[in-house]
């Protein structure tokens, strides 16, 4: 089960989020401000923070600054009422993941979560083996039977992101919004110009292919 720090100093909101994530499957956390999550952060395992940005002591932007300052890497996904673009450029400037404006749309949210949790799953295993290929995260390197070879960073984590799960057909919009991130303004055709390259460098695979499902999207198929 994933936990997830909730921050919001509003208690209406913070309980309707705490619902809303227990009732699919998370385990909350609340917390009215910073400086409270900050001191649950030092005692409690956290997989995601959603994040209010207006709140007393410590606001979001603050919090932020402090958690990516010390090094900690947690998916922020911020939640807030301010919707000008200067709000939502000093979000991503601090570090948060993602940007929710209130009212927030659950089923919106949970998606946006779910996407953060997956991406950040990528990043924490490091190291991926199908058959004799071997993917390691943090060279962003892929050692197969034809050599090394080091891959642009988005390659590498859309072929991780298939290899992780065999079989399973991701739409081109699922990964774009996992790999490149719901800000992006690229569209639907990057993720077929990547999966070309990627066919092009592992054509003589004798572990993998990548398979396109007409109509839906794309899925990564062991051999032997």
Not at 132 to 144: F, I, K, Q, R
Request: hydrophobic share 40%; glycine share 6%.
């Amino acid at each position: 089960m994933f936990h997830i720090l909730v921050v919001e100093d509003n208690d209406n909101s913070r309980k309707l989020m705490e619902a809303v994530l227990s009732q699919n499957g998370y385990e909350p956390i609340p917390a009215r401000d910073g400086i409270e999550a900050l001191e649950l952060l030092d005692r409690k395992h956290v997989d995601l923070i959603v994040l209010d940005i207006m709140m007393p002591r410590m606001d979001g932007y603050e919090f932020t600054e402090t958690l990516r300052s010390s090094g900690c890497d947690i998916p922020i996904l911020m939640v807030t009422a301010k919707e000008k673009p200067a709000d939502k450029h000093r979000g991503f400037l601090t570090g948060t993941d993602d940007y929710m404006v209130k009212p927030v749309d659950e089923e919106e949210m949970l998606l946006r979560i779910a996407a953060l949790l997956r991406r950040s799953r990528i990043v924490n295993e490091h190291r991926l083996e199908v058959g004799g290929t071997v993917l390691d995260y943090d060279a962003l390197t892929v050692s197969c039977a034809q050599g090394v070879l080091e891959l642009p960073k988005k390659e590498f984590m859309l072929l991780f992101k298939l290899l992780s799960y065999p079989n399973k057909i991701f739409t081109r919009r699922q990964l774009m919004d996992e790999i490149w991130d719901m800000e992006s303004e690229s569209d639907e055709r990057t993720v077929d110009v990547h999966i070309n390259r990627l066919r092009d460098h592992f054509r003589g695979s004798d572990d993998f292919e990548i398979v396109t499902v007409r109509g839906l999207g794309y899925k990564a198929v062991k051999r032997g």
